[in-house]
């Protein structure tokens, strides 16, 4: 008897605890489905690529040709022809099966309903969904010519902002950097000291077809606006801070600025700090090694100096654009203190 009853209090237990864990399941379920698919959805796509939904029809003519004029425009400041998002362009009938695998994403339709949104984190977090429509051809041209460029800097911004994820989750110590120059930054641990002098270091990442490297230093005012010439003067600083601590396998190279290509300058923001912003490419005089740089003076009105930050790489056989893109993004993660 106390066996059976033994039996039977056990498979009452498991029936009860089987049906408590179907519950949970149940409300869990339920919870799920009332938040955003962009709580659960990870981008899988790869850094810089832009799927484009519009019909083959659409994308043999004039508006595949205005999108990819816009969005596969040379990266500036690259030695070789690069594109400034990879492309991937599909039927509208695929659109459910792309949505939650892209980062950036634009719906081209041509209907009678005319208009143009840009939607954030509708699918995943992060996204960005352009929808564009319009009854004529032209008109959905207007939309693309109207916001081509604005939506250049949102998707580079969302790319950026990946990049500065991915970095975080595993950083080199910046405590050097922090002590010299009072200023954080998150450099990725696979980032290792090379060099670190008074008011000079040098980080460098190898990587299969060559490296990447970040340059931290301050110089004065009068060194960037002694006259109006800022980006002569930024070349200047540049090849005298490369020519002094840039070297070759023989002592007697160093990096200087590239003469043969006119390097891009900008005015941007970082930390809330006006910045000079120059792209260009490198070489080391007396060899024949060469790369593209992105070098940033950020300004600091209280000390009255500039905290300058380079990134710059040496990778012969391989494309640059997301090399460079990485520098950018661990040059702008930033912080004064």
Same mark, same amino acid.
């Given at each position: @008897?106390?066996?059976? +009853?033994?039996?039977?209090?056990?498979? *009452?237990?498991?029936?009860?605890?089987? %049906?408590?864990? @179907?519950?949970?399941? !149940?409300?869990?379920?339920?919870?799920?489905?009332?938040?955003?698919?962009?709580?659960?959805?990870?981008?899988?796509?790869?850094?810089? /690529?832009?799927?484009?939904?519009?019909?083959?029809?659409?994308?043999?003519? &004039?508006?595949?040709?205005?999108?990819?004029?816009?969005? %596969?425009?040379?990266?500036?400041?690259?030695?070789?022809?690069? #594109?400034?998002?990879? !492309?991937?362009?599909?039927?509208?009938?695929?659109?459910?099966?792309?949505?939650?695998?892209?980062?950036?994403?634009?719906?081209?339709? =041509?209907?009678?309903?005319?208009?143009?949104?840009?939607?954030?984190?509708?699918?995943?977090?992060?996204?960005?969904?352009?929808?564009?429509?319009?009854?004529?051809? #032209? &008109?959905?041209?207007?939309? !693309?010519?109207?916001?081509?460029?604005?939506?250049?800097?949102?998707?580079?911004?969302?790319?950026?902002?990946?990049?500065?994820?991915?970095? =975080?989750?595993?950083?080199?110590?910046?405590?050097?950097?922090?002590? =010299?120059?009072?200023?954080?930054?998150?450099?990725? /641990?696979?980032? *290792?000291?090379?060099?670190?002098? +008074?008011?000079? !270091?040098? +980080? *460098?990442? &190898?990587?299969?077809?060559?490296?990447?490297?970040?340059?931290?230093?301050? $110089?004065?005012?009068?060194?960037?606006?002694?006259?109006?010439?800022?980006?002569?003067?930024?070349?200047?600083?540049?090849? $005298?801070?490369?020519?002094?601590?840039?070297?070759?396998?023989?002592?007697?190279?160093?990096?200087?600025?590239?003469?043969?290509?006119?390097?891009?300058?900008?005015?941007? $923001?970082?930390?809330?700090?006006?910045?000079?912003?120059?792209?260009?490419?490198?070489?080391?005089?007396?060899?024949? @090694?060469?790369?593209?740089?992105?070098?940033? %003076?950020? +300004?600091?009105?209280?000390?009255?100096?500039?905290?300058?930050?380079?990134?710059?790489?040496?990778?012969?056989?391989?494309?640059?654009?997301?090399? @460079?893109?990485?520098?950018?993004?661990?040059?702008?993660?930033?912080?004064?203190?």
């Amino acid at each position: @008897m106390s066996g059976r +009853l033994f039996r039977y209090f056990t498979f *009452k237990q498991a029936r009860n605890c089987y %049906a408590t864990v @179907m519950l949970v399941c !149940i409300l869990l379920t339920f919870s799920s489905c009332n938040d955003k698919e962009s709580d659960h959805i990870q981008p899988t796509c790869q850094i810089n /690529s832009l799927a484009i939904a519009v019909n083959d029809q659409l994308w043999s003519g &004039e508006i595949g040709d205005s999108l990819r004029k816009k969005f %596969a425009a040379p990266v500036d400041g690259l030695p070789q022809e690069e #594109p400034l998002f990879t !492309i991937q362009q599909f039927p509208i009938r695929l659109f459910d099966t792309h949505k939650t695998s892209h980062t950036n994403l634009i719906l081209i339709k =041509k209907e009678e309903k005319s208009g143009y949104r840009l939607v954030q984190n509708r699918f995943m977090e992060p996204q960005n969904l352009v929808i564009i429509s319009g009854k004529t051809i #032209p &008109e959905i041209l207007s939309y !693309i010519e109207k916001n081509g460029d604005s939506l250049v800097e949102v998707f580079k911004t969302t790319e950026i902002k990946r990049n500065q994820d991915l970095i =975080k989750n595993d950083l080199l110590s910046d405590e050097k950097i922090r002590k =010299k120059f009072k200023v954080s930054i998150d450099v990725p /641990s696979t980032f *290792k000291y090379v060099m670190v002098k +008074l008011n000079f !270091i040098w +980080l *460098k990442k &190898e990587i299969l077809s060559g490296n990447t490297s970040i340059l931290i230093y301050k $110089v004065p005012f009068k060194t960037l606006l002694k006259n109006d010439d800022i980006i002569t003067n930024i070349i200047e600083m540049r090849d $005298v801070f490369g020519s002094r601590y840039i070297k070759g396998k023989d002592n007697n190279t160093s990096m200087i600025t590239e003469e043969s290509y006119a390097p891009y300058f900008d005015i941007a $923001v970082i930390d809330n700090k006006r910045a000079y912003e120059t792209r260009g490419t490198w070489e080391l005089k007396g060899d024949y @090694m060469s790369g593209p740089f992105i070098n940033y %003076a950020i +300004l600091d009105r209280k000390k009255r100096e500039f905290i300058v930050i380079e990134g710059f790489c040496y990778a012969p056989s391989t494309s640059k654009r997301d090399l @460079m893109l990485e520098l950018e993004s661990i040059i702008k993660s930033v912080k004064f203190l």
